[in-house]
């Protein structure tokens, strides 16, 4: 037997021996096993689509009509380029008598003013004859005999108190007073930019304009602030020189012509009371005188003198 052999068995003897001979340790208490078992099922969300909620429609709207972007219509565009210069007015005027004028405008249109009967009522007032002339227009203040002779101008248009405008003349009724209140009409006249006043028969105007604010304001009311010729009455049944002087003061007038007397005497009383102002008197040996107006024209304050006579032509 080998050495090997017996010393095997010995020590496993005493392996034997000690293990018998050494107390044992005792046990660790017992620790609670957790529980990995697992929780109950919790129910899982549903995440379904209610059937009670209303499901959007995702379907697209109606298709937005598409708006207008193109440019609109281009606007008219105001012009504010200066106008061109007017052309120089040439108007020609030819005294009848009395409160009658012939006034002749370059583009043709002729206007009788109160054509009426020569020496009415017997006064010293002549109005001279038109021969074959046919007017364009006639104007009437009022119908009384020394205004109207009750001719007849078959083609002509007759104004009595109303406005008009033809061919770039403009002419405006303006009311005045001779007895009483607006009973008849003065025109004013403008062409061109030229303004021309025949105050029809104004008498009562002039006679209480220094003594009315009503008369004054209804004036500066109805007239402009530039007149260029007056054509104005002088006389009445009284001598209203004086006062005729205060109503040309008052408007301011450039040109003066004294219309509507009954003697040269009168006239001459006018001319030499007015001349001493700051108007020159200016004689005509006639019945016309011609106005040229352009942009370059300027009028001195002139009281012009006309000698009434029939029309040739």
């Known amino acids: 037997m080998s050495r090997h052999s017996i010393c095997i068995p010995l020590l496993l ?54 708006p207008d972007i193109r440019p609109s219509p281009p606007q008219s565009v105001p012009d504010i380029r200066p106008s ?12 009848l008598g009395h409160s009658s004028f012939i006034l002749g405008f370059d583009n043709g249109v002729t206007i009788l003013t109160d054509y009426g009967k020569s020496r009415a009522y017997g006064l010293a007032s002549p109005i001279y004859a038109l021969k074959y002339f046919q007017p364009t227009l006639v104007t009437y203040s009022h119908h009384h005999e020394d205004h109207d002779r009750g001719a007849a101008f078959a083609n002509a248009t007759k104004l009595d108190g109303q406005d008009l405008s033809l061919k770039q003349i403009d002419i405006k009724a303006i009311p005045v007073s001779e007895n009483r209140e607006g009973d008849n009409y003065g025109y004013l006249i403008t062409y061109k930019g030229y303004t021309l006043f025949h105050a029809g028969d104004s008498q009562g105007d002039i006679v209480n304009l220094s003594t009315s604010t009503q008369v004054q304001q209804r004036l500066k009311r109805q007239l402009p602030a530039k007149i260029d010729l007056l054509l104005v009455p002088i006389d009445w049944t009284k001598n209203i020189v004086a006062q005729a002087i205060e109503y040309v003061n008052f408007l301011q007038p450039r040109q003066v012509i004294p219309i509507h007397y009954w003697s040269p005497a009168i006239k001459s009383e006018f001319l030499t009371k007015l001349g001493g102002q700051p108007y020159k008197i200016v004689e005509v040996d006639g019945p016309q005188y011609g106005i040229v107006v352009s942009e370059s024209t300027t009028f001195a304050n002139t009281v012009i003198s006309l000698t009434p006579d029939a029309y040739e032509k």
Request: with cysteine; net charge negative; proline share 29%.
């Open 13 to 66: 003897s005493v392996l034997t021996l000690h293990t018998a001979c050494t107390p044992s340790a005792p046990p660790p208490p017992t620790q609670p096993v957790p529980d990995i078992q697992p929780s109950p099922t919790q129910p899982m969300p549903d995440i379904r689509p209610s059937l009670t909620q209303p499901v959007p429609d995702v379907r697209p709207s109606p298709a937005q009509p598409t």
């Open 84 to 95: 061109p210069a007017q052309s120089p007015a040439d108007i020609r005027l030819h005294y």
